[in-house]
């Protein structure tokens, strides 16, 4: 199915200046006030996910987004390839909802996979993975007796908190649309946006509509208090709700220690964070195109690459995330590299060395630190901005675009050297409000994010300091290399291999078995409050050691890729899933409670979908039983029956919370790889 196109010239996108930053006006009166049960804040597969759980349990759900488009990556993020391991995909071991979402991609195309792709076996427009996820919403609603209150273009700017500081009583959002006379959303890329989003008042571009969240009444006149009236949970793209709520949390990479041992630093660097990436698609043509050279280009065309020989083709690197395919039923080659390119066919782009853009120091990170929003006022009252640095976004947008330059006309190559990089012009770069970004500039609604705030969980046995998924508990990483045993200390790398030694930590530990006699275990850690499951490689789109990135020969920050590579099928334990400090709030997504190194694995579609389920149907179980999330975990490793009630529901909701065969017997996933 193709539908019309607009575009316009690539010129003209891109505007160079950007709102420059304030702080909000004062708060004015909220225009209206909403009832929820969850406040759900993103609405991306996470988000999407929680809601749909608990709409299917009858809830009142307050959805808010700032896009207006549910789903995230495979929709306002334009990274509609579905990142699947063959193994999980084989047996179709996803969560009810994510099935559910397959299906109807299926259904509406007619096929699963309609652009034909190689990177997954389901690639498709993102303007249709919004419609086909809102249905799927809508339905669960209707289905559940559920109440969905859907909030697009929408932001939280403020939380009440209790003066405990352990409870979120209500929130302040604002909902933005074009004023009177001025272009639709999405018209503008969201660096020239982004701030007036936040502020409260009217501006040419919007008018402002500030909503108050507040937990739905209790008409009931017999019902004893409850722990929590409400839940609040964290489903952002950059873990927004847990910057300006100011719990715990970390940034970028973790120092070495046993337990992340292969960190390329050994303090940490909260700086360097995976590159973001602005998607957009473009179309192959009968005839040449005219491609008019962005003004910026120059600045950015050091950076271009096809990054590896076995990568250096066109036709790989439009089919491998081809959305629309003009001939769906042409044979196909074995070889990427001759893949056929038909007239009509839609490519959508993520690539590390073309649009990713991959800042790591403190002139130019994205997302700001702690000590920066303090430093900018956005932790002051009424001072949240969003928590991220426009300049940079700018700057990913600029990228993104020069990169398509690149594709279509480009004759460099910044890590293969000349003679590699030819020409494609029979190219158009495809934007306009219809086309599949469903932006007038043609880049992605949001960019793509791999990592954003990480919680550090509550003090849990065995880590006082704050639970933490790492590269241990899921990484297959030949830990005997010489690298650990010289990088480590003695005591950590005995340390190291007594957790990798599974039933036998104790011996290790005691001296009683050496780490050169330790058999180490082949699957993940196995966490006894598990609600989710994941599968993926630890996958990094590593930051650049200057500023900007695209500074010639500019280079990957070194050592960074040492933890990358396959992982055992693992599991979302709950307690990655509560902060501390506040008692009702739950986190989803990618702001869970991982290390750099796990958050690599842990940011895909499906795991998503998993993290977002366990966290609807965690908050409500949590109001039904009168329990807050955390006592149903602070017994650990003691039984929790309540904690085993919620498993045997997720479970019996077709909600998996471990793989098959998981147990701690089990030493062997050796079926998996």
Excluded at 176 to 198: C, F, M, V, W
């Amino acid at each position: 199915m193709k539908r019309s196109l607009i575009t316009i010239p690539l010129t003209l996108i891109l505007l160079e200046s950007t709102i420059p930053l304030a702080l909000a006006a004062p708060p004015r009166q909220p225009d209206k006030t909403e009832e929820c049960e969850l406040l759900i804040v993103g609405g991306g597969l996470a988000g999407s996910a929680a809601a749909y759980e608990a709409l299917l349990a009858g809830r009142t759900v307050c959805l808010t987004e700032i896009t207006d488009w549910v789903g995230g990556q495979i929709s306002s993020q334009g990274t509609s390839a579905l990142d699947e391991k063959a193994t999980q995909r084989k047996l179709l071991y996803y969560p009810r909802g994510y099935l559910e979402l397959r299906k109807r991609i299926e259904e509406h195309y007619g096929r699963l996979n309609p652009g034909r792709c190689w990177v997954s076996e389901s690639c498709f427009y993102p303007y249709d993975g919004h419609k086909i996820l809102f249905d799927i919403l809508k339905d669960a609603a209707k289905k559940g007796k559920g109440n969905l209150k859907w909030f697009p273009a929408t932001v939280i700017k403020e939380l009440d908190i209790s003066s405990d500081g352990k409870q979120i009583q209500s929130a302040i959002a604002i909902q933005h649309q074009p004023a009177k006379g001025t272009p639709p959303l999405n018209t503008l890329p969201l660096s020239r946006t982004i701030e007036d989003t936040y502020r409260y008042e009217n501006s040419p571009q919007f008018d402002k509509t500030i909503i108050r969240f507040v937990p739905k009444k209790n008409n009931k006149s017999n019902q004893k208090p409850r722990p929590a009236d409400w839940y609040v949970i964290e489903a952002t793209e950059t873990g927004e709700l847990i910057g300006l709520a100011d719990v715990p949390y970390r940034l970028g990479i973790d120092p070495r220690s046993y337990l992340e041992p292969s960190s390329s630093t050994e303090k940490g660097d909260r700086f360097c964070t995976q590159g973001f990436t602005y998607t957009f698609a473009m179309e192959a043509t009968q005839q040449p195109q005219p491609q008019t050279m962005p003004s910026f280009y120059p600045q950015y065309e050091p950076y271009y690459s096809y990054e590896l020989p076995r990568l250096a083709s066109f036709n790989l690197v439009f089919s491998y995330r081809r959305i629309h395919s003009a001939k769906p039923n042409q044979p196909l080659p074995g070889d990427f590299k001759q893949y056929p390119i038909n007239p009509g066919d839609i490519s959508m782009q993520n690539w590390t060395w073309g649009n990713d853009y991959r800042p790591g120091t403190s002139q130019d990170n994205l997302i700001y630190t702690r000590e920066q929003l303090q430093e900018s006022g956005q932790l002051n009252p009424g001072g949240w901005m969003g928590g991220l640095r426009t300049e940079t976004l700018r700057k990913g947008e600029e990228n993104a675009l020069g990169f398509y330059y690149w594709l279509a006309a480009g004759t460099t190559d910044s890590q293969l050297g000349n003679n590699v990089k030819t020409p494609y012009p029979n190219l158009r770069f495809v934007n306009g409000l219809k086309s599949p970004m469903g932006t007038a500039h043609g880049l992605s609604k949001y960019p793509y994010m791999r990592e954003g705030r990480r919680i550090v969980g509550r003090p849990s046995y065995a880590q006082p300091d704050g639970f933490t998924v790492w590269e241990i508990d899921i990484s297959r990483n030949n830990f005997r290399q010489e690298y650990y045993s010289q990088n480590l200390s003695p005591e950590e790398y005995r340390r190291l291999w007594a957790t990798l030694s599974g039933l036998n930590a104790a011996s290790v530990i005691s001296g009683e078995l050496s780490p050169e006699q330790v058999k180490p275990r082949s699957r993940a850690s196995i966490f006894p409050d598990s609600v989710g499951i994941g599968f993926y490689a630890i996958d990094f789109h590593p930051c650049m050691e200057k500023s900007p990135p695209e500074t010639p020969g500019n280079r990957e920050r070194e050592g960074t890729r040492k933890a990358q590579g396959a992982t055992f099928p693992f599991q979302v334990p709950l307690r990655a899933m509560i902060p501390q400090k506040i008692d009702n709030m739950l986190v989803a997504g990618k702001s869970i409670a991982t290390s750099h190194t796990a958050a690599a694995a842990y940011r895909v579609h499906s795991f998503e979908w998993s993290v977002g389920a366990a966290a609807g149907t965690t908050a409500d179980f949590a109001l039904k039983n009168n329990i807050l999330p955390y006592q149903l975990v602070d017994d650990l490793p003691s039984p929790e029956p309540q904690l085993e009630a919620l498993q045997r529901r997720l479970e019996e909701n077709k909600n998996p919370v471990a793989f098959p065969n998981t147990s701690i017997l089990n030493q062997s996933w050796e079926e998996w790889k």
